[in-house]
T-cell receptor, first 113, second 114 residues
Framework: QKEVEQDPGPLSVPEGAIVSLNCTYS??????FMWYRQYSRKGPELLMY????GNKEDGRFTAQVDKSSKYISLFIRDSQPSDSATYLC?????????????FGKGTMLLVSP | EPEVTQTPSHQVTQMGQEVILRCVPI?????FYWYRQILGQKVEFLVS????????KSEIFDDQFSVERPDGSNFTLKIRSTKLEDSAMYFC????????????FGPGTRLTVL
């Protein structure tokens, strides 16, 4: 079983739709969960960062972590064409200086005007 | 806003040649990383670096790879004898300190090995 699984998409939605992006993971030791946005041939850009279970909101973005189900989500409200990108979930084991990130493969989102 | 920068943006090399990829992390950051992303694949961890030494490395980071922080600003990844399968995007990342777990990525260097 892969450590972090993410549906590659593409996920196509009309402008203004609510988007739900998800990842599942197998290692229950993961504690820190991040969402990155990656435009084509660019570096990952940090969007959201959450610790353990719960919700976190930042503008149009809400990140949700359910550790009991090993499932994390990113919701985008009022999606815009500029949100079209690949969204990567990433997670790390512990809050240590060396903590490395394990990524999902990314979900490509296409928001049409 | 401070950014991680990487040079060159694209490097083309012949198989067997040495390449050095360069990164300038955000200035007050203490932890540095290299990741790679083969086209269409996941971003994969290569190595982490703290206090002038490697702190963790993946199985990908074999003897052909090395990292160095030659001065107070640059962080380099050297591939001694490139192979076709080294063709990928290489990303440098940095983070400020122990209690901050978020890493900030550079724009990447596209390495093409012919």
């Amino acid at each position: 079983q892969k450590e972090v699984e993410q549906d590659p998409g593409p996920l196509s939605v009309p402008e203004g739709a609510i988007v739900s992006l998800n990842c599942t993971y197998s290692n229950s030791a993961f504690q820190y969960f991040m969402w990155y946005r990656q435009y084509s041939r660019k570096g990952p850009e940090l969007l959201m960062y959450t610790y353990s279970s719960g919700n976190k909101e930042d503008g149009r973005f809400t990140a949700q972590v359910d550790k009991s189900s090993k499932y994390i989500s990113l919701f985008i409200r009022d999606s815009q064409p500029s949100d079209s990108a690949t969204y990567l979930c990433a997670m790390s084991l512990m809050n240590s200086g060396y903590s490395t990130l394990t990524f999902g493969k990314g979900t490509m989102l296409l928001v049409s005007p | 806003e401070p950014e991680v920068t990487q040079t060159p943006s694209h490097q083309v090399t012949q198989m067997g040649q040495e390449v050095i990829l360069r990164c300038v992390p955000i200035s007050n950051h203490l932890y540095f990383y290299w990741y790679r992303q083969i086209l269409g694949q996941k971003v994969e961890f290569l190595v982490s670096f703290y206090n002038n030494e490697i702190s963790e490395k993946s199985e990908i980071f074999d003897d052909q790879f090395s990292v160095e922080r030659p001065d107070g600003s640059n962080f380099t990844l050297k591939i001694r004898s490139t192979k076709l399968e080294d063709s990928a995007m290489y990303f440098c990342a940095s983070k400020p300190g122990l209690d901050i777990n978020t890493q900030y990525f550079g724009p990447g260097t596209r390495l093409t090995v012919l």
